[in-house]
T-cell receptor, first 114, second 114 residues
Framework: AQSVTQPDIHITVSEGASLELRCNYS??????LFWYVQSPGQGLQLLLK??????LVQGIKGFEAEFKRSQSSFNLRKPSVHWSDAAEYFC????????????FGAGTRLFVKA | GAGVSQSPSNKVTEKGKDVELRCDPI?????LYWYRQSLGQGLEFLIY????????KSGLPSDRFSAERTGGSVSTLTIQRTQQEDSAVYLC????????????FGSGTRLTVV
Protein backbone atom coordinates (compact mmCIF):
# COMPACT_ATOMS: atom_id res chain seq x y z
CA ALA A 1 0.00 0.00 0.00
CA GLN A 2 1.14 3.50 -0.69
CA SER A 3 2.15 5.71 2.21
CA VAL A 4 4.03 8.91 2.93
CA THR A 5 6.16 9.76 5.95
CA GLN A 6 7.18 13.26 6.89
CA PRO A 7 9.50 12.72 9.85
CA ASP A 8 9.48 16.30 11.09
CA ILE A 9 6.26 17.57 12.65
CA HIS A 10 7.63 21.10 12.77
CA ILE A 11 10.81 22.92 11.79
CA THR A 12 12.05 26.39 12.66
CA VAL A 13 14.52 28.22 10.44
CA SER A 14 15.82 31.76 10.39
CA GLU A 15 14.82 34.06 7.60
CA GLY A 16 17.40 33.84 4.84
CA ALA A 17 18.59 30.39 5.87
CA SER A 18 18.26 27.33 3.68
CA LEU A 19 15.46 24.82 4.14
CA GLU A 20 15.05 21.11 3.58
CA LEU A 21 11.84 19.27 4.40
CA ARG A 22 12.03 15.51 4.38
CA CYS A 23 9.64 13.12 2.74
CA ASN A 24 9.82 9.35 2.39
CA TYR A 25 7.29 7.31 0.49
CA SER A 26 6.28 3.73 -0.01
CA UNK A 27 4.88 2.77 -3.39
CA UNK A 28 4.88 -0.39 -5.44
CA UNK A 29 5.62 1.15 -8.80
CA UNK A 30 6.76 4.41 -10.31
CA UNK A 31 5.24 7.08 -8.11
CA UNK A 32 3.85 10.46 -8.89
CA LEU A 33 5.13 12.77 -6.16
CA PHE A 34 3.87 16.13 -5.04
CA TRP A 35 4.49 18.88 -2.54
CA TYR A 36 1.64 21.13 -1.43
CA VAL A 37 1.66 24.16 0.85
CA GLN A 38 -1.15 25.29 3.14
CA SER A 39 -0.82 28.79 4.51
CA PRO A 40 -2.83 29.74 7.62
CA GLY A 41 -6.49 30.01 6.72
CA GLN A 42 -5.79 29.13 3.10
CA GLY A 43 -6.44 26.16 0.90
CA LEU A 44 -3.74 23.83 -0.33
CA GLN A 45 -1.61 24.96 -3.23
CA LEU A 46 0.51 22.72 -5.45
CA LEU A 47 4.19 23.67 -5.20
CA LEU A 48 5.67 21.11 -7.56
CA LYS A 49 5.28 17.60 -8.91
CA UNK A 50 7.41 14.78 -10.23
CA UNK A 51 6.25 12.17 -12.74
CA UNK A 52 9.35 11.14 -14.66
CA UNK A 53 12.51 12.48 -16.24
CA UNK A 54 14.85 14.86 -14.47
CA UNK A 55 14.91 13.95 -10.81
CA LEU A 56 15.35 17.56 -9.73
CA VAL A 57 12.13 19.47 -10.22
CA GLN A 58 11.54 23.16 -9.87
CA GLY A 59 8.37 24.59 -8.45
CA ILE A 60 6.76 27.87 -7.62
CA LYS A 61 8.01 30.34 -5.00
CA GLY A 62 11.63 29.25 -5.45
CA PHE A 63 11.14 25.70 -4.18
CA GLU A 64 12.71 22.58 -5.65
CA ALA A 65 12.59 18.89 -4.81
CA GLU A 66 14.78 15.95 -5.66
CA PHE A 67 13.49 12.43 -6.30
CA LYS A 68 15.86 9.74 -5.06
CA ARG A 69 14.51 6.31 -5.95
CA SER A 70 17.22 4.45 -4.01
CA GLN A 71 16.21 6.26 -0.82
CA SER A 72 12.47 6.45 -1.57
CA SER A 73 12.71 10.13 -0.83
CA PHE A 74 11.40 13.36 -2.28
CA ASN A 75 12.82 16.15 -0.13
CA LEU A 76 11.78 19.76 -0.61
CA ARG A 77 14.40 22.50 -0.56
CA LYS A 78 14.69 26.24 -0.74
CA PRO A 79 18.02 28.10 -0.66
CA SER A 80 16.78 31.16 1.24
CA VAL A 81 13.59 31.19 3.29
CA HIS A 82 11.32 34.23 3.50
CA TRP A 83 8.99 34.99 6.40
CA SER A 84 6.05 34.43 4.06
CA ASP A 85 7.08 30.79 3.65
CA ALA A 86 5.78 30.01 7.13
CA ALA A 87 3.08 27.43 6.49
CA GLU A 88 2.31 23.73 6.58
CA TYR A 89 3.86 21.59 3.88
CA PHE A 90 2.46 18.30 2.70
CA CYS A 91 4.22 15.65 0.67
CA UNK A 92 1.98 13.35 -1.35
CA UNK A 93 2.27 10.23 -3.51
CA UNK A 94 -0.06 8.84 -6.13
CA UNK A 95 -0.08 6.88 -9.31
CA UNK A 96 -1.72 4.20 -11.38
CA UNK A 97 -1.29 1.41 -8.84
CA UNK A 98 -3.34 3.29 -6.30
CA UNK A 99 -6.05 4.13 -8.78
CA UNK A 100 -4.57 7.59 -9.00
CA UNK A 101 -5.86 8.69 -5.65
CA UNK A 102 -3.20 10.69 -3.83
CA UNK A 103 -2.08 9.87 -0.31
CA PHE A 104 -0.79 12.72 1.83
CA GLY A 105 1.74 12.82 4.61
CA ALA A 106 0.87 14.27 8.00
CA GLY A 107 2.57 17.54 7.14
CA THR A 108 5.49 19.59 8.43
CA ARG A 109 4.81 22.99 9.92
CA LEU A 110 7.48 25.53 9.07
CA PHE A 111 8.16 28.43 11.42
CA VAL A 112 10.38 31.29 10.24
CA LYS A 113 12.12 33.46 12.80
CA ALA A 114 13.43 36.93 12.07
CA GLY B 1 -15.51 28.38 -12.71
CA ALA B 2 -12.05 29.69 -12.09
CA GLY B 3 -11.45 27.56 -9.04
CA VAL B 4 -12.93 24.79 -6.95
CA SER B 5 -15.86 26.16 -4.99
CA GLN B 6 -17.08 24.62 -1.75
CA SER B 7 -20.12 25.51 0.29
CA PRO B 8 -20.84 26.24 2.98
CA SER B 9 -17.47 27.49 4.21
CA ASN B 10 -18.51 26.83 7.80
CA LYS B 11 -21.19 24.57 9.22
CA VAL B 12 -22.16 24.03 12.82
CA THR B 13 -24.59 21.20 13.42
CA GLU B 14 -26.00 19.31 16.33
CA LYS B 15 -24.96 15.76 16.99
CA GLY B 16 -27.29 13.35 15.21
CA LYS B 17 -28.26 15.72 12.41
CA ASP B 18 -27.50 15.11 8.74
CA VAL B 19 -25.32 17.52 6.76
CA GLU B 20 -24.61 18.05 3.08
CA LEU B 21 -21.40 19.57 1.79
CA ARG B 22 -21.16 20.80 -1.76
CA CYS B 23 -18.26 20.94 -4.18
CA ASP B 24 -18.26 22.62 -7.59
CA PRO B 25 -15.08 21.61 -9.46
CA ILE B 26 -13.23 23.48 -12.16
CA UNK B 27 -15.05 23.25 -15.45
CA UNK B 28 -13.61 20.46 -17.57
CA UNK B 29 -11.98 18.62 -14.69
CA UNK B 30 -13.13 15.02 -14.87
CA UNK B 31 -11.64 13.84 -11.58
CA LEU B 32 -13.00 14.94 -8.20
CA TYR B 33 -11.75 14.02 -4.74
CA TRP B 34 -12.92 14.47 -1.17
CA TYR B 35 -10.48 14.59 1.73
CA ARG B 36 -10.89 15.25 5.43
CA GLN B 37 -8.42 17.21 7.54
CA SER B 38 -8.82 16.94 11.27
CA LEU B 39 -7.14 19.43 13.61
CA GLY B 40 -3.38 18.98 13.45
CA GLN B 41 -3.67 16.03 11.10
CA GLY B 42 -2.83 15.38 7.50
CA LEU B 43 -5.34 14.80 4.77
CA GLU B 44 -7.40 11.65 4.92
CA PHE B 45 -8.69 10.37 1.58
CA LEU B 46 -12.44 9.80 1.51
CA ILE B 47 -13.71 9.23 -2.03
CA TYR B 48 -12.72 9.76 -5.66
CA UNK B 49 -14.82 10.21 -8.79
CA UNK B 50 -13.38 9.84 -12.29
CA UNK B 51 -15.66 10.53 -15.20
CA UNK B 52 -18.41 7.96 -15.49
CA UNK B 53 -16.48 5.24 -13.69
CA UNK B 54 -17.65 3.81 -10.39
CA UNK B 55 -16.28 5.96 -7.56
CA UNK B 56 -13.47 4.77 -5.32
CA LYS B 57 -15.15 4.79 -1.91
CA SER B 58 -12.36 3.02 -0.08
CA GLY B 59 -11.67 5.93 2.26
CA LEU B 60 -15.16 6.52 3.62
CA PRO B 61 -14.90 5.93 7.38
CA SER B 62 -18.39 4.53 7.92
CA ASP B 63 -21.70 3.93 6.17
CA ARG B 64 -22.90 7.28 7.55
CA PHE B 65 -20.79 8.89 4.84
CA SER B 66 -21.86 8.95 1.20
CA ALA B 67 -21.16 11.07 -1.83
CA GLU B 68 -22.53 11.54 -5.27
CA ARG B 69 -21.56 13.45 -8.35
CA THR B 70 -24.31 14.57 -10.65
CA GLY B 71 -23.73 15.04 -14.34
CA GLY B 72 -20.00 14.66 -13.93
CA SER B 73 -19.76 18.04 -12.26
CA VAL B 74 -21.06 19.09 -8.83
CA SER B 75 -20.53 16.68 -5.96
CA THR B 76 -22.29 16.41 -2.63
CA LEU B 77 -20.82 14.71 0.43
CA THR B 78 -23.50 13.67 2.91
CA ILE B 79 -22.87 12.75 6.52
CA GLN B 80 -25.82 11.18 8.31
CA ARG B 81 -26.34 11.19 12.07
CA THR B 82 -23.27 13.32 12.64
CA GLN B 83 -20.95 12.57 15.54
CA GLN B 84 -18.47 14.85 17.29
CA GLU B 85 -15.57 12.96 15.73
CA ASP B 86 -16.84 14.07 12.33
CA SER B 87 -15.72 17.61 13.15
CA ALA B 88 -13.03 18.50 10.63
CA VAL B 89 -12.33 20.49 7.51
CA TYR B 90 -13.68 18.72 4.45
CA LEU B 91 -11.66 19.49 1.34
CA CYS B 92 -12.64 18.93 -2.23
CA UNK B 93 -10.19 18.87 -5.13
CA UNK B 94 -10.42 18.36 -8.85
CA UNK B 95 -7.95 17.55 -11.59
CA UNK B 96 -7.95 17.40 -15.37
CA UNK B 97 -7.79 13.65 -15.57
CA UNK B 98 -6.54 10.92 -13.33
CA UNK B 99 -4.64 12.99 -10.80
CA UNK B 100 -1.37 13.11 -12.64
CA UNK B 101 -1.58 16.86 -13.09
CA UNK B 102 -1.84 17.59 -9.42
CA UNK B 103 -4.98 18.73 -7.73
CA UNK B 104 -6.64 22.09 -7.35
CA PHE B 105 -8.19 22.31 -3.92
CA GLY B 106 -11.15 24.28 -2.72
CA SER B 107 -11.00 26.29 0.48
CA GLY B 108 -12.86 23.62 2.38
CA THR B 109 -15.90 23.36 4.62
CA ARG B 110 -15.21 23.54 8.34
CA LEU B 111 -17.71 21.23 10.04
CA THR B 112 -18.28 21.49 13.76
CA VAL B 113 -20.56 18.99 15.45
CA VAL B 114 -21.78 20.15 18.86
Amino acid sequence: AQSVTQPDIHITVSEGASLELRCNYSYGATPYLFWYVQSPGQGLQLLLKYFSGDTLVQGIKGFEAEFKRSQSSFNLRKPSVHWSDAAEYFCAVGGETGGFKTIFGAGTRLFVKA
Amino acid sequence: GAGVSQSPSNKVTEKGKDVELRCDPISGHTALYWYRQSLGQGLEFLIYFQGNSAPDKSGLPSDRFSAERTGGSVSTLTIQRTQQEDSAVYLCASSLATGDYGYTFGSGTRLTVV
